[in-house]
């Protein structure tokens, strides 16, 4: 397949702006201006075109959520604030390609009407927050940005923000939070964003990886990018496979193709010796999925029917040297790190996860200790918290317990064979309902 | 107007409701902790999870507006108690078992929702070893408030009560996740002019206010409807008292005037209502003060007000409209004598109301407006003195704290010119000048009603017996001082509220009109008398209708 995305990869001195107008460059922005910004809408709902971020949701439909009659500014984000364990895509893109960036987001701002746009940037990627900088200037060097674009009437300022280095940021309300100069906690929805986002105004927040496509379907128009991949689920994906393969790294391939496919296609298969054993088909926070799944369509609609989710497109790939427990508590580790402490199910269970993970590796495991995980997890999850953190965190470590039973029973039971300090029980404990009994 | 079921009971609520206060308004009570009605919304706790029919998921009651037929379950859904289950054991997970010794206890949200919740029943499989703030469980973080950041349960009500209400910010979160902690911001002491409201806002035990911190246990507080005597606003507030003790101020909603606030110079005059330096009447004879009875002193007082030519009288914007009243009767009105009202203007108080307006006090007094409005000569310090150089056979003063001039020595040297009548509680130098010294109580031990500067005429209750004197132990508690099995708060004392003592003293004079049993009737010829209080039903003057939940959910 023909790259799209990471069509500069290897080209030399893809970062200028020379480069980029060779190759056919912001081009696909001086067709949306030559359109009305309700047609560009109507091109990228005909595109089928769904959030790479992690949710999912058509970015058309998105767009239209933006209220036509608001009298004041508006705004559009680009989610760059890429922190999710096992996702290293929308570096990658702005590593060689930051225009293609700016052009999508010139596009997507156009589309909703808007003159300022902002690009959250992960506090961490110092470097590629400097590449964007440069990008920038370089385009407003030659009119594709600021006042009057190209001599369309257009007006647009990009602006990049750098973020602290919280995970939470990534969450659309948060990271909004986070532009206003306050305390990265997400919102309380509705009011969505669309509507009352960042300073009070209608906001879209899209990730790099989506604006990224916009450029494309302009230029070779939506017809094109539907007829890649899957209905539904059209277009080309970059898959970020980290773990025990042969290569790991980012591909370009159409949304659609299995997970064997991504693992032994461009990643040569599971290193010498060893079986695959299972992988998280999207970001740490996507539920784990064994060998037997691996079969399974990589997009969006499909990991959903296999009770998973494509969400971030970071394959993490595990082979039989690890132990599940282990994997669970690291990741517990994170999330109970990340979690913002805002609402209780999420701030408290994340830590207390975390806890029992952790003496459980230390080979203190009691038995019910894998049906307090799940409780804790069933608690903070599906709606109980503000944001998806609680889900972010529960469905892994859930699916873990569901899914490799027989690695805590092996934990507990070696734990059960060594003699345990007893606790002290208390007179009235046992009878009651409670976590476990 | 959305009308919905909650609970299997329809309502009607105005629209933009939401579920927990259109469900309070059915009858039903949904345990909330981080929403406070005075505050933004943040849906932190998590445990108003309600169901509604139709609908996948819970959802949380303080963030759901009431819409037009909806059904919704609270107390009859099993998953909703679940749920709520779930975020108790979250909630308790990592809070200190330290009930016994926690001050909050009794008026705990926490606590009376495990409490009550569950019947009481409660187990975990926690066995992970408890989250602590070392170094962060007893924290003078401000003059008044203490923080114990063990017990907190994250609800941010006083991060919001700074930032919203008081308008300094002074409350942040530090850190992230579990380890979140409250701190001042940039470490600086907490001296919020509300800094106590973060404490009754907190609805655990982390921060606690530090001048009542184990002076009583909460449930043996009494609380009796009253009216903040610190400024001319009126701020609404409950007295807590026990034993004939006040131990504390708490507020008392008024979404007009206070919300559910108090200013700390307010709340903190609660301890100076149990201050009673006279006990007994006394009368000067050739420079000596020997105590007398009652009757002695009334009647005696009686001769000597028949047979003053002229007589002045300093009252007191500190008196309630009754007693102002019944002293402008009384003498100016059956005596023909001259009396004034000094206004001290004092320090300037503010209170925003629950519109989130702010209000400002125009002077110290709590009822300078209702001396205007009967007609009374308000002075400034100028005027009071001017009004004592006058000359006059006999001069009484009500109430010798209403103004600072009172207490300067010149004041003091123009009141030896001819005898002096004082009616006083606390100490004052008065009593060195008195003729006539006439102990008197503080406003916790009658009825009354003041009248706000925003025209507000607002009632407060007696809420004991006047006390004998009160004794302070060396740890801050308080007692009677010789209390005994048949008198448990101490021999009573002599001294007897104000508007008492000039009924007594018009019987005497023969102002029969003015003999009245009490204060309600002194209220109802009042009404009937004065433009500026006609119409007004005592009944209804004591605010809106108490509900103890809700009182008990914002203050606790």
């Known amino acids: 397949m023909e790259p799209v995305l990471l069509r500069a990869r290897g080209v030399p001195n893809s970062r200028s702006i020379d480069t980029y107008l060779a190759a056919g460059g912001w081009s696909g922005f001086a067709k949306a201006l030559s359109m009305t910004p309700d047609a560009v809408v109507q091109e990228t709902i005909e595109s089928e075109l769904r959030g790479r971020g992690g949710a999912g ?46 052009e999508g987001i010139a596009i997507a701002s156009f589309a909703i009407r808007s003159n300022t746009a902002y690009i959250y940037i992960r506090g961490e990627f110092v470097r590629w927050a400097a590449i964007l900088e440069d990008a920038i200037a370089e385009a407003h060097r030659r009119g594709w940005l600021g006042k009057n674009v190209q001599g369309s009437g257009y007006d647009l300022d990009i602006w990049v923000h750098r973020g602290a280095g919280a995970y939470i940021c990534g969450e659309e309300t948060a990271l909004i939070e986070s532009i206003e100069g306050k305390r990265g906690f997400p919102r309380l929805k509705p009011p969505f964003p669309a509507v009352v986002g960042v300073f009070g105004k209608p906001t879209v ?25 899957r209905p539904k689920n059209t277009g080309t994906k970059l898959y970020c496979v980290s773990g025990h393969v042969k290569r790991p790294g980012v591909y370009e391939l159409p949304m659609g193709v299995t997970f064997r496919e991504i693992i032994e296609g461009p990643c040569g298969g599971i290193r010498e010796g060893h ?110 918290t503000i944001c998806p953190l609680g889900d972010a965190f529960s469905l892994p470590i859930s699916s873990i317990v569901r899914k490799f039973p027989e690695e805590f029973e092996r934990h507990i039971q070696a734990a059960s064979a060594v003699p345990q300090k007893k606790l002290p029980v208390l007179p009235w404990a046992g009878s009651r309902p409670g976590f476990g009994s | 107007m959305p009308k919905l079921t909650i609970d299997g009971r329809e309502i009607e609520v105005p629209p933009g409701t939401n579920l927990i206060e259109a469900a309070r308004a059915a009858g039903v009570e949904v345990p909330y902790f981080c929403y406070h009605p005075y505050l933004s919304i943040v849906g932190q706790c998590r445990i108003c999870m309600v169901e509604i029919v139709g609908q996948p998921r819970l959802a949380i009651a303080c963030a759901t507006p009431a819409t037009d037929g909806m059904v919704v379950k609270s107390e009859t859904s099993e998953r909703a108690k679940e ?44 066995v992970e070893t408890r989250r602590t703030f070392p170094g962060y469980e007893r924290r003078l973080i401000g ?129 100076s209502l149990n201050a009673q330096s006279y006990l007994h009447p006394h009368h000067r004879a050739a420079g ?81 407006q209702g001396a205007r409005r009967l007609g009374l000569r308000v002075v400034d310090p100028a005027g009071l003195s001017r009004f004592l150089y006058g000359a006059a056979d006999l001069t009484i003063v009500l109430d010798p704290t209403a103004h ?125 008398r004065e433009k500026g209080f006609a119409g007004l039903d005592w009944d209804k003057l004591a605010g809106p209708g108490e509900d103890s939940l809700r009182e008990r959910q914002h203050v606790g």
């Open chain 1, 57 to 102: 949701f058509p970015t058309g439909r998105k767009w239209s959520f933006v209220p036509k009659d608001h009298p004041g500014p508006r705004y559009l984000i680009c989610n760059a604030d890429e922190s999710e364990p096992g996702t290293f895509k929308d570096r990658e893109i702005i590593e060689h390609d930051p225009h293609m960036v700016l």
């Open chain 1, 205 to 229: 927040v899209n990730n790099v990886e989506t604006l990224a496509c916009l450029p494309h379907i302009l230029t070779r128009g939506a017809k094109w990018f539907a007829s890649i991949g």
């Open chain 1, 275 to 384: 079986t695959l054993k299972a992988f998280f088909p999207g970001g740490s926070s996507a539920p784990v999925m064994r060998a037997t799944e691996v079969d399974v369509r990589a997009d969006f609609d499909a990991c959903a029917e296999a009770g998973t989710m494509l969400g971030s497109g970071g394959v993490i790939v595990l082979d039989d040297s690890v132990d599940m427990v282990e994997t669970a508590a690291n990741l517990a580790h994170f999330y109970a790190h990340e979690s913002c402490g805002q609402c209780t199910p999420c701030r408290e269970g994340s830590d207390w996860a975390r806890d029992i993970l952790d003496r459980i590796v230390a080979g203190h495991g009691r038995p019910g200790d894998p049906e307090t995980l799940l409780r804790i997890c069933r608690f903070a999850s599906q709606g109980m």
């Open chain 2, 83 to 126: 749920a709520r289950e779930a975020v108790m054991e979250f909630l308790l997970a990592n809070h200190p078992l330290d009930c016994p010794v926690c001050d909050q206890a009794g008026e705990c949200l926490l606590q009376d929702h495990a409490a009550t919740e569950q019947g009481g029943q409660f187990a975990t499989h926690m």
């Open chain 2, 143 to 271: 003059p008044h408030v203490i923080q114990n950041q063990n017990r907190c349960i994250h609800c941010s009500r006083c991060i919001r009560f700074t930032r919203e209400v008081s308008e300094t910010a002074a409350l942040t979160y530090k850190s992230r996740g579990n380890s979140a902690y409250i701190d001042t911001f940039n470490g600086e002491p907490f001296a919020d002019p509300f800094s106590a409201c973060a404490a009754d806002v907190c609805p655990v035990g982390a921060l606690t206010v530090r001048d009542f911190r184990f002076r009583k246990r909460a449930w043996k507080l009494r609380a009796t409807p009253s009216v903040c005597p610190g400024c001319s606003i009126g701020c609404n507030l409950f007295l807590n008292h026990h034993e004939r003790v006040v131990y504390r101020f708490t507020p008392r909603e008024n979404p007009e005037i206070n919300a559910t606030w108090l200013c700390d110079h307010g709340r903190f005059l609660a301890d």
């Open chain 2, 288 to 368: 000596q003060l020997s105590r007398v009875t009652w009757s002695e002193a009334l009647r005696a007082l009686g001769f000597d007000l028949k047979a003053a030519h002229t007589l002045r009288v300093v009252g007191s914007a500190n008196l309630s409209n009754e007693e102002l009243f019944l002293a402008r009767e009384l003498f100016v009105g059956h005596l023909k004598g001259e009396m004034v009202v000094p206004v001290w203007a004092g320090e300037q108080r503010r209170m925003k109301n629950g519109r989130g307006e702010w209000q400002q006090a125009t002077d110290a007094h709590p009822n300078s």
């Open chain 2, 404 to 528: 600072p001039v009172l207490a300067e020595e010149e004041a003091l040297q123009l009141l030896r010119v001819s005898p002096t009548v004082a009616f006083a509680r606390t100490e004052h130098p008065i009593a060195n000048v008195a003729s006539w010294l006439l102990p008197t109580t503080s406003m916790a031990c009658y009825d009354g009603t003041f009248t706000s500067s925003t025209g507000a005429v607002q009632r407060f209750s007696a809420a004991f017996e006047p006390p004998g004197e009160v004794r302070r132990t060396a740890h801050g508690g308080m007692s009677p001082t010789v209390p005994t099995l048949a008198q448990p708060y101490g021999p009573p004392a002599e001294a007897r509220p104000l508007w008492f003592l000039l009924t007594v003293l018009a019987r005497e004079l023969g102002a029969t009109s003015l003999d009245l049993p009490d204060v309600e009737s002194v209220f109802a010829l009042m009404s009937g």
